[in-house]
């Protein structure tokens, strides 16, 4: 397809679990092998980035190790045969992903180069039948990738259900009696109102007027200050 083309396939692969599966072990190695820190300055930055043997879910560091620890065994090699097959590869952290005519082929590779850090592809069993995290998503249907709809024609998209949501919230502050609780979810709505608006600038105005409407028929003036 041209540049101009959604993708006919988008893959993706995701592990919700990739912190708590990056042991410190990995990381120690990724500081010492990889970026040739000494032994000390490697042990001591793995203590400072790792908690309880494992990357710690939330901590600000966790993202740039993990980040760090796939770089060379999975986006190099990945990104090599991507380019000489004509395929899109991009990955932020967990969410890996691959568009173009035929991305296929590239699913084993990726496996493999996850395996080499110790990343399953399988979620844990369901019915005794393991789920696999690998998505496939045509063109002839939204394809998310980091939460946003990549094979819309105007360019990256908030997906419908997410500013769905945003107008219900907006329609539901109507109904929280009390002032501190309305407050609270009037900055999340504004928040969520400039997260849509980086990408969707029309529908943002709209949730804005949407929100002001509500806030003139609220009986508390004080929320249009909040």
Known sequence: SSPDEPPQVQLRYVNNQ???SVRHAVVYRMFRAELGFGRDVASMLTRLTTLQAQLPQGAPTSTAVANLILTRP???????LAQETGVVYGRFVDDVGMSGDNPRPLISEVA??????RLSTYRAKVRSRPTNKLRVMPNS???LVTGLNVNDPAGPS?????RDKVRAAIHNLRSIETEPARSIELRSIRGRIAYVRQFNPGEAIRLGRALAETLARVDAPVLRHV
């Open 18 to 20: 990739v912190f708590p």
């Open 158 to 162: 908030v997906p419908r259900g997410v």
């Open 141 to 143: 249907g939204p394809q």
């Open 74 to 80: 999975v986006d190099r090699p990945v990104a090599a």
């Open 112 to 117: 493999k180069a996850l395996s080499r850090r």
